[in-house]
């Protein structure tokens, strides 16, 4: 399968723990997003990266969450001391950037959190 | 602030009909417009996209209307089948950068 995909798919803890989150692009797709999907909304813009730069970070991400895509190909979230508003689907996409384009975005399946 | 509007919230569509969504955006800067699918416990699928340089793009029974003056577009399923009830999302980018998603329409195509 060639498609983005994330890990884990589903992930359960307490309010307080932190968490991590994987996900790997499709294989020549040079920039990677992250969204966050609460139940009955659209996905929301979190951060993107183009290779291994952070290029964008929305204000909705607060100083308890970071990105990384360490070396351009895989990228991992991170949300410290979790909180309840914190459950939601959080989700990756992947695109391609060439020239002075930037071509579609594919998702993969997400990773669904719930912070009890 | 909603920079995406959809509409109807939901919809029921008989196997074979027609389903019309619609969405409206407010800046004008953005310049790509894709519609995705998503089923329930999965991430958001591609279905069609368009740029604001032409006013209607056609894959398969899968249409979208483009109303640049009206900041409006809209997605048409011709011939709806069960395996089409999803909830679509209408997205709006500048440059294809960080979509803004609207808030998604149910669609329930009954047999």
């Known amino acids: 399968d060639t498609g983005v995909s994330q890990d884990p798919r589903h992930k359960i803890t307490k309010r307080g723990q932190n968490v991590t989150f994987r996900c790997d692009p499709i294989?020549?797709?040079?920039?990677l997003y992250w969204y966050r999907q609460t139940l009955g909304q659209g996905p929301e813009f979190l951060t993107y990266?183009?290779?291994?730069?952070?290029?964008?970070k929305s204000r909705l991400l607060s100083d308890r969450f970071s990105a990384e895509r360490p070396k351009g190909s895989f990228s991992t979230l991170e949300i410290q001391r979790t909180e309840q508003g914190d459950s939601a689907m959080y989700l990756c996409?992947?695109?391609?950037?060439?020239?002075?384009?930037?071509?579609?975005?594919?998702f993969g399946p997400g990773t669904r959190l719930t912070v009890t | 602030q909603q920079q995406v509007k959809q509409s109807p919230q939901s919809l029921i569509v008989q196997k074979g009909g027609i389903s019309i969504i619609n969405c409206a955006y407010e800046?004008?800067?953005?310049?790509?417009f894709p519609w995705y699918q998503q089923f329930p416990g999965k991430g958001p699928a591609l279905l069609i996209a368009?740029?604001?340089?032409?006013s209607e793009k056609k894959e398969g029974r899968f249409t979208i209307s483009f109303n640049k003056s009206a900041k409006q577009f809209s997605l048409h399923i011709m011939d709806s089948q069960p395996g089409d009830s999803a909830t679509y999302f209408c997205?709006?980018?500048?440059?294809?950068?960080?979509?803004?998603f609207g808030k998604g329409n149910q669609v329930v195509v009954i047999p």
């Open positions: 996409a992947s695109s391609l950037f060439y020239g002075q384009s930037s071509y579609e975005q594919y």
């Open positions: 294989s020549e797709h040079n920039r």
């Open positions: 990266f183009q290779n291994e730069a952070q290029l964008e």
């Open positions: 800046n004008t800067a953005f310049d790509y």
């Open positions: 368009i740029r604001p340089d032409v």
């Open positions: 997205a709006a980018s500048i440059g294809n950068n960080r979509l803004a």
